[in-house]
T-cell receptor, first 115, second 112 residues
């Protein structure tokens, strides 16, 4: 099994440019999460999807961030325009329903540098 | 004040030592406690999961929860260089990963 796949792994852009990150969760995992991890900090939830529905986006800065999960599988997180403070690692995670709902499986992350 | 406090380290110990990693928290409603391990340039992976107070052992790892003190610990026995990573505590009020609150992580290095 491939695990949670994220791309790109690294992205360097200039401020005010747009950027998009893609995530493919583990097959059969209905719940998908996007987390933000700043250097030396723990992950912070940005948005959670149950299938194709965003059920918790309270921490997503909606003025510049957007996300979608079409067909309830892959997801894309977009930032437009990027700011210097957006430099961080963007982690995608997924979890199954039922008794396995406690277990998050993370991808390797997409590291963004905004110049 | 953060809900979950974790000493960021770095912590450096010789191979074979017993390592103690700790987190304190302020929300007495937390019931589910986890430890994640994160290697450099990788995503976190679940290491230990416990519910309420008590101890849980898995090989060289022991997780301990003291709800009365709002304090959790992870002990690593016979530490190995391969244990070098950042260890993140995480906790939740409800079962499930919907509302996990992570500590900032402790960077651990085991020296051969």
């Amino acid at each position: 099994e491939a695990g949670v796949v994220q791309s790109p792994r690294y992205k360097i852009i200039e401020k005010k440019q747009p950027v998009a990150f893609w995530c493919n969760p583990i097959s059969g995992h209905n719940t998908l999460y996007w987390y933000l991890q700043n250097l030396g900090q723990g992950p912070e939830l940005l948005i959670r999807y149950e299938n194709e529905e965003a059920v918790d986006d309270s921490q997503l800065p909606k003025d510049r961030f957007s996300a979608e999960r079409l067909k309830g599988v892959d997801s894309t997180l977009k930032i437009q325009p990027a700011e210097l403070g957006d430099s961080a690692v963007y982690l995608c995670a997924s979890s199954p329903g039922g008794s396995g709902a406690n277990v998050l499986t993370f991808g390797a992350g997409s590291r963004l540098t905004v110049l | 004040q953060k809900e979950v406090e974790q000493d960021p380290g770095p912590l450096s110990v010789p191979e074979g030592a017993i390592v103690s990693l700790n987190c304190t928290y302020s929300n007495s409603a937390f019931q589910y406690f986890m430890w994640y391990r994160q290697y450099s340039r990788k995503g976190p992976e679940l290491l230990m999961y416990t519910y309420s107070s008590g101890n849980k052992e898995d090989g060289r790892f022991t997780a301990q929860v003291d709800k009365s003190s709002k304090y959790i610990s992870l002990f690593i026995r016979d530490s190995q260089p391969s244990d070098s990573a950042t260890y993140l505590c995480a906790m939740s009020v409800i079962q499930g990963a919907q509302k996990l609150v992570f500590g900032q992580g402790t960077r651990l290095t085991i020296n051969p």
